[in-house]
């Protein structure tokens, strides 16, 4: 006859529940999109791996996700570091190969004055984070993604990878690589049951955003840009752009006649720096 009582799980039920868990890798946790990301991502059925460089922000952030049910890992490492890099994300598939990849750190860099360059070690900082970092990423965690027979990768591109801005011309060239190879990475992927999803925000609510020079029209909060993004993954859409007037303006830039971009460009005042 049954009391009515369950007993506890034996220890073969607990580990079968930890390895049903999704995992989800984020970098540049401790930025606006990052930490919004991650708790939309925080619910007790995930194991949120959170990247970050500000540790007491990083700390916080996962005591947040951990509320919320998630099971938290952090990291530091230098992710310019290539080694470093390899040996993190190799040890943390062995015990867990990602399910979904957020390759979300970046930085950004604009020129001091008018008519000047943008200065030459920022320019190589910022490629080696918002560009190599995510393609040396891809290439030590496919493999056991392909293995596995499934995964996501997430690219984090911008709006201003459709028409360079003379406000921040790396910037802008980071993105539309990071763009090119997202793309190109989905259809050689597909195959293998990995998606691929480039994200392409417009301006986000954040400490970089108020850094950058120029307008910043349709402007969304960390929240809403996050539950956008996390909407696309879910649906494995090749493409996620948003807000929409932005996005179809900026698009037009890729499209029309280069004179006439660079006029508009000019037009709507993404041509100042800022600089004296």
């Given at each position: 006859m049954s009391t009515g009582r369950s007993s506890p799980p034996s220890a073969t039920e607990v580990s079968a529940r930890a390895v049903q868990q999704r995992c989800v890798l984020i970098t540049g946790a401790t930025g606006a999109i990052g930490g919004a990301l991650a708790k939309v991502y925080a619910t007790p059925d995930t194991h949120l791996v959170l990247h970050?460089?500000?540790?007491?922000?990083?700390?916080?952030?996962?005591?947040?996700?951990?509320?919320?049910?998630?099971?938290?890992?952090?990291?530091?490492v230098s992710l310019t570091d290539d080694t470093a890099l390899k040996a993190w994300l190799t040890a943390l598939s062995v015990d867990q190969v990602p399910d979904i990849v957020i390759a979300n750190a970046g930085k950004n860099t604009h020129p001091?004055?008018?008519?000047?360059?943008?200065?030459?070690?920022?320019?190589?900082?910022?490629?080696?984070?918002?560009?190599?970092?995510?393609?040396a990423m891809a290439q030590h965690l496919v493999p056991a993604m392909q293995a596995r027979g499934s995964g996501q990768l997430v690219f984090i591109s911008s709006l201003a990878?459709?028409?360079?801005?003379?406000?921040t011309p790396s910037y802008s060239a980071s993105k539309a690589g990071i763009k090119a190879y997202g793309e190109g990475l989905r259809g050689l992927l597909?195959?293998?049951?990995?998606?691929?999803?480039?994200?392409?925000?417009?301006?986000?609510?954040?400490?970089?955003?108020e850094a950058?020079?120029?307008?910043?029209?349709?402007?969304?909060?960390?929240?809403?840009?996050?539950?956008?993004?996390?909407?696309g993954i879910s649906a494995n859409?090749?493409?996620?752009?948003?807000?929409f007037p932005l996005n179809?303006?900026?698009?037009?830039?890729?499209?029309?006649?280069?004179?006439?971009?660079?006029?508009?460009?000019?037009?709507?005042?993404f041509h100042h720096t800022g600089g004296s």
């Amino acid at each position: 006859m049954s009391t009515g009582r369950s007993s506890p799980p034996s220890a073969t039920e607990v580990s079968a529940r930890a390895v049903q868990q999704r995992c989800v890798l984020i970098t540049g946790a401790t930025g606006a999109i990052g930490g919004a990301l991650a708790k939309v991502y925080a619910t007790p059925d995930t194991h949120l791996v959170l990247h970050g460089r500000q540790q007491q922000t990083l700390e916080a952030l996962a005591a947040e996700c951990r509320m919320a049910g998630a099971k938290v890992t952090l990291s530091s490492v230098s992710l310019t570091d290539d080694t470093a890099l390899k040996a993190w994300l190799t040890a943390l598939s062995v015990d867990q190969v990602p399910d979904i990849v957020i390759a979300n750190a970046g930085k950004n860099t604009h020129p001091t004055h008018e008519g000047g360059l943008e200065p030459w070690d920022d320019v190589q900082a910022l490629l080696d984070i918002n560009l190599k970092t995510p393609i040396a990423m891809a290439q030590h965690l496919v493999p056991a993604m392909q293995a596995r027979g499934s995964g996501q990768l997430v690219f984090i591109s911008s709006l201003a990878g459709w028409h360079g801005l003379p406000t921040t011309p790396s910037y802008s060239a980071s993105k539309a690589g990071i763009k090119a190879y997202g793309e190109g990475l989905r259809g050689l992927l597909a195959p293998h049951g990995i998606g691929v999803t480039v994200v392409m925000p417009g301006y986000v609510t954040s400490p970089m955003s108020e850094a950058m020079p120029g307008p910043k029209p349709w402007e969304w909060s960390p929240q809403r840009a996050a539950n956008k993004i996390a909407r696309g993954i879910s649906a494995n859409r090749a493409r996620v752009s948003f807000p929409f007037p932005l996005n179809f303006g900026t698009w037009w830039l890729a499209v029309l006649p280069a004179g006439i971009s660079q006029w508009l460009v000019k037009r709507f005042g993404f041509h100042h720096t800022g600089g004296s």
